[in-house]
């Protein structure tokens, strides 16, 4: 609120410099998308295009959509859907078009340097973006109030980015993190979620140090507000928190500590020892089917970042988009990448494998898995392209390329209840449509040429976002 006071005022002060000369009053205000807006029309036909609708139907080929007031106006085949008279046409002849992707793991900050995150909210937004992710979730905040105010503001059209679910500063036990809060007791949690819900996030997120009490005081008042919760647990057993109602956990299994012989209530034993029980698990055994159906029986949701983890791998390929980092943030990966290299006891060997597997599993069970990329760790996580690794991770991990683009799409919409609207491509639908060179449906690699994102209607083009911001990312 305040800012826009300050805006009012600024506005103020040009249109009395602007009485002045005439001539320049006269002129519109520039449209701050406008510098990465590829095609916009208030009619658009696209024609000839592959769709892949991401219910996980097969894709239809040679198909005509009609975008009118961002939604999608009519579809079919181009055969016997005639662009309407006076359309812009948009021919799509070898490329394909797959939903928004909808990413539930997503963060405004980055990893800067000791126990440090930057806040990166500009720069990233244009990045998603870019990726094709038309709509995310922040899981979990450091910033405050930033997460909150850029989704604002991309929702008025000031700022190029996906809409966002901006959740609240992290719901955390007592912790070392230097920008997170402290939240000890039911009570506590309770006045930390409603002060942020009436800022304006919309969702939470519970972390590592989170005792039973203060995870239960912030699930009642979150659900009493009509939030949803998530949770990157350690203190909390997955199964502990599916008995007190968490909606979702983060990091498919690799963060539970269901499986410590020794575990103290309430007590985090470490995330290693965590990760080194899910190494040795038997994935066929009761204890993890155990665990699986609990977590189907109550509707917990489980989100796939492998992208995080795949760069703690050694062996791994270099991640995408390092390019648009500052050199230094550049340099410092590929420091850790190196230093993954030469790790040939880490656990991930065997863990990044076979956490692949339990995700699987957990789908086969009847679970529901959705996506995300986690920008943290030690860097290389890179938002947009790594939203894109993700999906083809999920393709490695056995999903084919259409059950990936689902668990991307219309998984994460129905996660946030809005499948009404997007995650799909669907007549009546908002038309955020990623095109994309090539048929992902059958080299998933594909969807790493992304030529334009619509977002309700609107084409913004990836590589002049992506050159904005280039070199860039890590100071703003
Ligand atoms: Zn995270």
């Known amino acids: ?69 961002g939604s999608i106006a009519a579809i079919g085949d181009a055969a016997r859907t005639a662009p309407p008279a006076g359309a812009t046409i948009v ?44 709509t995310m979730r922040t899981a979990g905040n450091v910033n405050g109030i930033m997460d909150i105010n850029v989704a604002r503001r991309i929702a008025a059209g000031e700022m190029p980015g996906p809409a966002i679910d901006p959740t609240a500063p992290y719901v955390n036990g007592p912790n070392t993190f230097l920008q997170m809060h402290a939240v000890e007791s039911a009570n506590q949690a309770r006045t930390h979620v409603g002060y942020w819900q009436e800022q304006g996030a919309t969702s939470l997120k519970a972390y590592m140090q989170i005792s039973r009490a203060a995870l239960k005081g912030a699930i009642d008042e979150g659900h009493k507000r009509g939030m949803k ?13 599916a008995d007190l109602g968490i909606d979702n956990l983060e990091h498919g299994f690799f963060a539970a500590t269901d499986f410590v012989a020794d575990k103290q209530p309430d ?12 190494a040795a698990l038997d994935e066929n055994g009761e204890p993890f089917k155990a665990l699986v159906k609990k977590l189907v029986d109550r509707h917990v949701a489980l989100t796939s970042t492998l992208t995080v983890f795949e760069t703690f791998t050694r062996g791994r390929p270099m991640p995408p988009g390092l390019d648009v980092l500052t050199p230094q943030l550049k340099a410092s990966f590929e ?30 069970a009847g679970g529901t898995l959705v996506a995300g990329t986690d920008p943290t760790g030690a860097g290389g ?43 799909s491509i669907a007549l009546g639908k908002q038309a955020d449509i990623v095109v994309v060179d090539g048929d992902p449906s059958a080299r998933i690699a594909d969807i790493r040429r992304v030529d334009t994102v619509f977002k309700q209607g609107i084409g913004f083009d990836p590589v002049k976002l992506i050159e904005s911001v280039k070199g860039q990312v890590g100071i703003w």
């Open 267 to 278: 007590i985090c034993p470490g995330q290693a020892k965590g990760q080194q029980t899910i």
């Open 229 to 241: 919760i998530t949770g990157h647990l350690c203190s909390v057993t997955y199964g502990e928190a």
């Open 91 to 134: 021919d799509l002849t070898g490329k394909s078009v797959i939903p928004g992707l909808v990413m539930l793991h997503e963060h405004l900050y980055y990893t800067t340097g000791p126990g440090v995150y930057g806040q990166l909210g500009v720069s990233f937004s244009r990045l998603y973006l870019a990726g094709g992710v038309t």
């Open 1 to 69: 609120m305040r800012g826009q006071v300050g805006w009012a005022g600024l506005v103020g002060l040009l249109l009395a410099v602007q009485s002045l000369t005439p001539t320049r009053a006269q002129q519109p205000p520039a449209n701050p998308l406008a510098p990465y807006i590829k095609v916009q029309a208030p009619v658009l036909a696209l024609v000839h295009a592959r769709v892949i609708d991401g219910t996980g139907a097969a894709a239809r080929e040679d198909q005509t959509i009609v975008i009118r007031d």
């Open 335 to 364: 420091r850790a990448y190196e230093r993954a290299a030469q790790n040939t006891q880490s656990v991930y060997a065997t863990l990044f494998p076979k956490a692949m597997r339990l995700e699987r599993a957990f789908v086969k």
């Open 381 to 423: 996580v890179v938002p947009g392209f790594a939203d894109q690794r993700q999906i083809e991770l999920l393709v490695e991990a056995g999903f084919s390329p259409l059950e990936a683009i689902a668990i991307g799409t219309l998984n994460g919409a129905k996660y946030l209840g809005r499948e009404a609207r997007i995650g």
